[in-house]
């Protein structure tokens, strides 16, 4: 395929020793159809595809022609997935390779769902099309949320199909990245217990996400600190959102801090801490209020990895890391607080801040009240509930009306600044599922309206009402599932 792409590869993971990866390509597909294209990413990247045929571009995204410069690989990893330690790598996905754009951005480039791997322990190596359209979807929103998280690129169907409970339509994700380093990464490398090889993957990564650090001579420490201070942010976003993850296992925590691996994510509707989604979570591991803590462990199980580096003294080297990692706690709650109070328009000190916006958390858990069209109608959107009719929710506004005066700003000013944070559009469980299942009849109109809609989630352009309603009242509880 001639270049009209403008891809431009370098791939320095692949040049990584042989315990990083396995070298191996996408394995072919029968019949690859193109189902969906992200223009504006393929912009963002610098690449034009507007010169390639269908078919191509079909064959393309399915991995059936690898562009030029390409160095495809599997990535080794591990994980602890809901608490219990595997070696695992990527069993349905291929790095095919690192794009640079001209403004020198890496990007990795990765097919999610391209055949068996040596790390498929069993899979089948391939995905269906529901749960890639939905990666497509979330991660999009997650995007335009103002939120780091990798993206979606395009969504190929293979024309084969396969099995899981039912037989499904497969199809290929293509994955983009700022890198696939997870905290597993280096609990494969750690559990290898090759220090040359550590000492690598903490010079890699350093260069490819913390270069501020590079001639650090306390360099584990430093990225330790820099990672913590990355996923913190990072959670606190998806509170500010509603977003619960699902499935934080620790290969599925980057160390850019983006988000990734979009299997049962879904975000909360109506406020309740304990939320969870996914079928496969029975204890609520992962429930929203649960996803600082657990970030924490999988933090703790990242610093374990850095011990050698930390210090020559083991017992120095446990006692430093367990500082930092007990710093967490109070790096997240101040980054939390400051969160909620921008999503109140909250500016300045007062001491009773935290009070008031716990008593607002508490009463909408009792009310049932939906968390994103909560703090709409606190910025005076035309949001119809009856539940703000309820004596303790005016009681409340009237005191976050008093505290309100204490920001030395009009209420104009104190509006428009809490519409920067405060989502009017979510992708709602039910518009999503919507779309899945009209895809799933070779409809896309859903799709594409839902995508159009969610890229102007705080702003939207056109009347969006439909996508602020919750939910028909349904018995059965929602339900995620891990898509593999
Ligand atoms: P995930 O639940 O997507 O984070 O995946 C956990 C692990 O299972 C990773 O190593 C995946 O590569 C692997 N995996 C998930 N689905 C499949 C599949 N269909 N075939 C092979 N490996 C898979
Ligand atoms: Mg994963």
Redesign the pocket.
């Known amino acids: 395929m001639k270049n009209y792409i403008n891809w431009n590869f370098d791939n320095s993971y692949s040049k990584l020793p042989e315990a990083f990866k396995e070298i191996i390509k996408p394995v072919s597909v029968l019949n690859p159809e193109l189902v969906i294209l992200n223009e504006d990413l393929a912009k963002e990247l610098g690449l034009d595809f507007s010169k390639i045929d269908k078919n191509e571009l079909s064959a393309l995204f399915a991995g059936n022609i690898l562009p030029e410069g390409t160095s495809s690989i599997a990535q080794a990893y591990a994980g602890h997935q809901f608490g219990h330690f595997t070696m695992?790598?990527?069993?349905?996905?291929v790095l095919i390779g690192e794009h640079v754009t001209n403004q020198k951005k890496r990007y990795d480039i990765q097919f999610k769902g391209s055949g068996r791997t040596s790390?498929?322990?069993g899979?089948?190596?391939?995905a269906a099309l529901g749960p890639m359209l939905r990666e497509y979807i979330i991660s999009e929103a997650i995007h335009s949320l103002n939120i780091p998280t990798t993206r979606s690129l395009a969504v190929t169907k293979t024309g084969e199909k396969v099995v899981r409970e039912n037989l499904l339509e497969g199809a290929i994700l293509t994955r983009v990245a700022s890198s696939h380093i997870r905290v597993g990464t280096f609990q494969y490398i750690a559990a290898k217990q090759n220090i040359d090889e550590l000492k690598m993957l903490v010079d890699y990564t350093v260069d490819r996400h913390y270069p501020e650090i590079k001639s650090s001579t306390t360099k584990a420490v430093d990225l330790l600190n820099l990672v913590i201070e990355k996923q913190c942010q990072l959670i606190v976003n998806w509170m500010r959102v509603g977003f619960i993850h699902g499935?934080m296992?620790t290969?599925?925590m980057t160390i850019s801090g983006e988000t990734i691996?979009y299997?049962p994510c879904a975000f909360m509707d109506q406020y309740d801490p304990k939320t969870v989604f996914s079928s496969i979570d029975k204890f609520g591991r992962y429930a929203f209020s649960n996803q600082a803590p657990i970030a924490k462990w999988n933090l703790a199980r990242f610093a374990e990895c850095l011990i050698p580096l930390i210090d020559k003294n083991e017992d120095q080297a446990i006692k430093t890391a367990t500082q930092i990692i007990d710093n967490f706690q109070t790096i997240y709650e101040q980054k939390w607080l400051d969160m909620m109070k921008s999503k109140l328009g909250l500016i300045g000190d007062n001491k009773d801040d935290l009070k008031l916006i716990n008593s607002l958390l508490n009463w909408m858990k009792e009310s049932k009240a939906d968390y994103t069209n909560t703090f709409c109608y606190l910025t005076d959107m035309p949001i119809k509930d009856e539940i703000y009719n309820d004596k303790r929710f005016i009681e409340w506004v009237q005191a976050w009306n008093n505290r309100s005066t204490l920001n030395n700003s009009n209420k104009e000013n104190q509006i428009q600044f809490m519409k920067k944070v405060n989502p009017v559009i979510i992708p709602r469980n039910h518009k999503v599922e919507a779309a899945l299942s009209d895809a799933d009849k070779n409809n896309y109109e859903t799709l594409y309206k839902l995508l159009s809609v969610i890229q102007n989630p705080y702003n939207p352009k056109v009347d969006v009402s439909e996508y602020q309603s919750l939910a028909p009242i349904s018995k059965e509880k929602y339900q995620t599932f891990?898509g593999?």
Do not use: E, K
């Not at 695992?88 to 996905?93: E, I, N, S, V």
């Not at 899979?123 to 391939?126: I, M």
């Open positions: 695992l790598g990527d069993g349905r996905a790390f498929s322990r899979g089948d190596g391939r499935v296992n290969d599925n691996d299997g891990c593999t």
